[in-house]
């Protein structure tokens, strides 16, 4: 009975268009941001950050920007990883070879690379789709591994192509402890979801979403395939992009190619199935289930086996773990699969209606 929006009336086409139409949202938003700028670091130890809370922040940007191409606008890609790969190395030459570069434009530079390198990529997106689409995706990913182990001029002539960057800052605030990395990441994730969130909600992104539902339907009435498509890779290489260099550059620090292999791509692509394709909610959903899951089950199964008394080895935890998880997931998209973000709407319009059924 508290999540009732009568009385808001909308006197006006900016109230109707509001991203939450509902007051108790829009409290409910403010809250959950404040909560994140203030509490958490008032309250979050040095390993809640760097094991969940870091990565949790940069693969919900980079879950966000798989959604736009594959959720929004309905193309399969297995290259996401590649992407990531690609604007953190765009994103360290710039560093490196530019000095004095600030960090905001170097990670914005290595987003670009990675628009450019999703465009060419994306080409075959305008003659092949479905599983097809995804093989040449994944080509990316092979081709990226190939070219930043055998190119020495990408790793600055390192031989191994490992890298690595130091003496972070950002409007002369260094950025070195784990709150200060923390809160940079989450400012930058604060502005690219308000920004992909505008965008899906504009005439682009009823583009996007014309040519997933059917694009010769959308070529009829006007809709440029091209267009849409590659917009569609150029955004979200771009905010892929930038995921992979605060990945390489504020999380892990030093890298190597290994670090955005294919995995990160089916892990990205796992995010997005499991949060909810089509909504940026289910961005956030997916990568809290893919990233806080496996550490829950790491801490959980040994106290549960000690419970009983029994001694579980690491080695048959890890099994444990993949076993679960890989279960879970199954239930997930059995029981709803439209994902978490589709369970939360649900939960949202019975709120809506309680105490009535319908």
């Given at each position: 009975m508290y999540y009732r929006e009568n009385g808001q009336f909308k006197?006006?086409?900016?109230?109707?268009?509001?991203?939450?139409?509902?007051?108790?949202?829009?409290?409910a938003i403010w809250l959950l941001l404040a909560a994140a700028?203030?509490?958490?670091?008032?309250?979050?130890?040095?390993?809640?950050?760097?094991?969940?809370?870091?990565?949790?922040?940069?693969?919900?940007?980079?879950?966000l920007g798989v959604n736009i191409l594959v959720g929004y606008c309905g193309q399969i890609?297995?290259?996401?990883?590649?992407?990531?790969?690609?604007?953190?190395?765009?994103?360290?030459?710039?560093?490196?070879?530019?000095?004095g570069l600030p960090l905001i434009p170097a990670l914005i530079l290595g987003g670009l690379c990675a628009t450019f390198f999703g465009i060419l990529f994306g080409l075959p997106s305008l003659r092949v789709k479905g599983l097809y689409l995804a093989v040449a995706t994944l080509a990316a990913q092979f081709f990226s591994d190939w070219m930043f182990l055998r190119i020495k001029w990408f790793t600055n002539n390192s031989d191994s192509g490992s890298v690595s960057v130091s003496?972070?800052?950002?409007l002369g605030?260094?950025?070195?402890?784990?709150?200060?990395?923390y809160l940079f990441c989450l400012a930058l994730l604060v502005v690219v979801a308000l920004l992909a969130k505008n965008l899906v909600r504009g005439a682009i992104g009823r583009e996007w979403m014309a040519i997933r539902d059917m694009d010769v339907a959308a070529s009829v009435i006007g809709i440029r395939p091209?267009?849409?498509?590659?917009?569609?890779?150029?955004?979200?290489?771009?905010?892929?992009?930038?995921?992979?260099?605060?990945?390489?550059?504020?999380?892990?620090?030093?890298?190597?190619?290994?670090?955005?292999?294919?995995?990160?791509?089916f892990?990205?692509?796992?995010?997005?199935?499991?949060?909810?394709?089509?909504?940026?909610?289910?961005?956030?959903?997916?990568?809290?289930?893919?990233?806080?899951?496996?550490?829950?089950?790491?801490?959980?199964?040994?106290?549960?086996?000690?419970?009983?008394?029994?001694?579980?080895?690491?080695?048959?935890?890890?099994h444990a773990e993949l076993m679960i998880f890989g279960a879970l997931i199954v239930w997930f998209l059995i029981v709803e699969p439209h994902g978490l973000a589709k369970l939360w709407s649900i939960g949202k319009q019975k709120m809506r209606v309680w105490p009535f059924p319908h």
């Open positions: 006197t006006t086409y900016k109230a109707d268009q509001q991203i939450f139409p509902i007051a108790q949202d829009r409290i700028f203030v509490l958490v670091p008032m309250l979050a130890s040095d390993y809640l950050y760097r094991a969940i809370l870091i990565p949790l922040v940069i693969m919900s940007m980079a879950a890609s297995l290259g996401s990883g590649a992407f990531m790969a690609v604007g953190a190395y765009g994103a360290f030459n710039f560093f490196v070879r530019f000095p003496n972070l800052q950002v605030l260094p950025i070195d402890s784990a709150a200060s990395k091209m267009y849409a498509k590659l917009s569609a890779f150029a955004v979200s290489s771009f905010i892929v992009g930038m995921a992979g260099a605060l990945w390489a550059f504020v999380h892990l620090g030093s890298w190597e190619p290994a670090a955005f292999s294919v995995e990160v791509s892990r990205l692509l796992f995010m997005v199935i499991i949060g909810g394709l089509g909504s940026i909610m289910g961005a956030f959903f997916g990568a809290a289930f893919i990233v806080v899951l496996p550490i829950f089950l790491n801490q959980f199964l040994p106290a549960l086996a000690g419970l009983f008394g029994m001694e579980i080895s690491t080695a048959a935890v890890s």
